[in-house]
């Protein structure tokens, strides 16, 4: 090894450790995702070590990165024979703090991913948005995160021992004639292609290693495995910053209006300016009942009996579901909190990862609340934590809600976390607030957005509720459903509960035994109408629903007239041809047999779900995918159209 020069010596022997350690965090985030682990097929070993060899590339692609500053400055040095110890040190010191914050990434991106079923990307940026002190209590609420914290102090701890004795051992002692000029130019050019190759990660020259590279296999776990995080999160803040990605655009915009209005049955001369603002006008006696929607936290389908879980975690939604008009094949937006609420509340679609509540000017959406406060209605929002969280506070005032009840609301002995109060105590502090609202002798519309079901996970101690559930994530499902029970309780003691009509739906889900790289759990939630009055027939439809739906739906419950400049249909006289639903960088749509993802990485799927096959279906159904794929475009393209164009608001204009 002598005709190798020490320089190229410690750079390649930090490369091997640094692998090592990503290594080691790939096995945490394997070993956190075993349940799905044990639901891929029988040649489960062969694809994780395929996975773990794609992980390799990955992360040699990311080791080039991070050792390419000091492979140049380090070679420029050699060859001038230029040895410093000071010299030496700063490098090192700058390849220990590159490596630190790479692998502080690799850390969070083991709960990211158990979260999110994304590895990290430029979305984390929307948590640090809520400020840095928000995000380190949301951290260090929850235990596991100090193990994650732990493990990383500890590698960090070892990678710089480990590279300070290399320096030692490499680059304190030189010798001027150690080895001769054309000998370390040749071998100095040599590693520099390499490093070259490992950052281009392929030796094809029509493209390097992309983040579709990792997408090997059929299955979701292995093709997310392979890559890397600080790659993903590189790759994502790029793409944030190309033009095409600020602005939504799949087609020329009046092919998108004209298949949107066609898709939502807009007739041809509304007189409106808004292309797909529609006028309802019932016949018969109009309702005057009160409104309240609940957005559960997290309330995946998946978690409820009805659908499945042998856990017997949600005996009262199931319970409700029974009583009430239940629709079994519900989609939410998005996968984030902001979605739900944006979708549900608004009527828009979620636009990819864009944030559309996080914005400095407000546009005047055609939501649920103006709508009804326009029609002499009271409205309020009720929330756990800060009303900054995700821009509530501001968005919501400005879009028809006379108040948002938020954590400084609350008895300040009540708030147990970031998130604020538990669910019951925001429905306990809820109720007299409506009471009020009732007495001033106009109906009200009430939402409700709870959290418990996030982490950290916190249930009170003095309450009648005692889970049977031993592991805190099962346990916190059943406490959410004890406090749907508890609020309900309490309604029916006022004397309003009689003409109110009840929405129980999620936020979004959680991705649980996932068999595609968009998790159908995470999107796939309970949708329910509850009121013994006004719906005294229980009823289960097998249509598809989505968040964007909930509003027309209500108001056609209530057979009031309204200007519906949304992207809901009434479910009760219209059904859909598709579900369609937004994943960050992918988007989803699902027809009766088959599942179109989209990504924004790597090549379009089309599966058949049923049956969780994972044969991609697209050259045999070209002609189905091209519809569902034209679909979902149209829709979300002029989502995007309305807002530039100004043309959100109530009226259609």
Known sequence: MNFIPKHLRFLFTVYGWGILFFTLFRVGLFLSQWTAYTQLPDDRVSLIAKA???????????????????????????FFRYYNNR??????????????????????????????????????????????DFSIKMIGEESIHYVYFAVLLLICFLFFKIIFRLKRKYLDIQSAGEIKQWLLVLTTL???????????????????????????????????????????MMKSMLNDQKAENKTLRFMEDDKALQLTRQYLNVPDSTGFQSPIARAFEPTGEVSNANVIIVI?????????????????????????????????????????????????????????????????????????????????????????????????????????YERVVSEDDYPQEQVKSTLGVPDHIMYEFSVPVLNTLHESGQPFFASYMTTSDHIPYIIPDDIPFKPKQGAKDLAIVEYVDWSIEHFLDLCRAESWFDNTLFVFLADHGRPINSTYDIALNYHHSPLIFYSPTLLPEAKTQDNFALQMDVFP????????????????????????????FSADDKYGC????????????????????????????????????????QYTEAMLHTSQWLVLNGLTGMDGD
């Open 590 to 629: 699902l027809n009766d047999d088959y599942f179109l993802i989209v990504r924004q990485e790597g090549e379009p799927s089309l599966y058949q779900y049923q049956n969780r096959d994972t044969k991609n279906y697209l050259k045999e159904q070209e002609e189905l995918g091209g519809e569902m794929k």
């Open 553 to 580: 739906t209500i108001m056609g419950i209530l057979n009031r007239p309204f200007v519906n400049n949304t992207f809901g249909v009434n479910l009760l006289d219209t059904e859909r041809p598709f579900a369609y």
């Open 190 to 232: 040599i590693f520099i292609g390499l490093t070259f190759i490992g950052i281009r990660g392929r030796l094809d020259e029509k493209s390097p290693i992309r983040v579709g590279t990792a997408a090997f296999s059929n299955h979701a776990l292995p093709n997310h495995l392979g890559l890397n995080p600080v790659f993903t």
């Open 87 to 132: 010299f030496h040190q700063l490098i090192t010191w700058f390849i220990g703090l590159v490596y630190t914050l790479a692998f502080l990434m690799c850390a969070v991106d083991i709960p990211h991913y158990d979260n999110f079923y994304s590895r990290l990307n430029s979305m984390v940026f929307q948590w640090a948005s809520h400020g840095l």
């Open 296 to 400: 559960l936290e997290s309330m995946s389908a998946a978690k409820m009996g009805r659908y499945g879980s042998p856990h017997q975690l949600t005996p009262h939604l199931d319970s409700l579901a029974k009583q009430g008009l239940a629709f079994d094949r519900f989609y939410t937006a998005g996968t984030h909190t902001h979605n739900g609420l944006f979708s549900t509340l608004f009527g828009h679609p979620a636009l990819m990862k864009k944030h559309s509540m996080s914005v400095v000017n407000i546009p005047q959406y055609a939501g649920i609340a103006a709508t009804l406060k326009a029609q002499n209605y009271r409205t309020i929002h009720f929330m756990t934590h800060d009303d900054q969280f995700d821009n509530v506070g501001g968005f919501f005032s400005t879009n028809g």
């Open 52 to 78: 773990f060899f794609m992980g390799w590339r990955f992360d040699t692609c990311i080791s080039g990165y991070l050792l390419a500053l000091p492979v140049l400055v380090l070679s420029v040095a050699a």
